[in-house]
């Protein structure tokens, strides 16, 4: 972890293009899906923070070997 602001920004870049990629090809138009890229961007961010929490949370309780 020593590299985590590259890290997430890289994260950041990746997942907008792909938020932006999925925007372009639901929406019919390019003015609707540019107003929606900031809400759908900020929930793939949260839908990723809730699935890595979960994750952490399974590795300490299901995944512990104590």
Not at 40 to 58: K, T
Request: charged share 10%; with cysteine.
């Amino acid at each position: 972890m020593n590299d985590l602001g590259v890290h997430s920004a890289l994260f950041a870049l990746i997942g907008l293009g792909i938020v932006a990629m999925a925007a372009f090809y639901t929406e019919s138009d390019n003015a609707a899906a540019f107003r929606g890229l900031p809400r759908r961007f900020g929930m793939f961010c949260l839908g990723c923070g809730i699935l890595a929490l979960l994750l952490i949370v399974a590795e300490r309780t299901v995944a512990s070997i104590h």
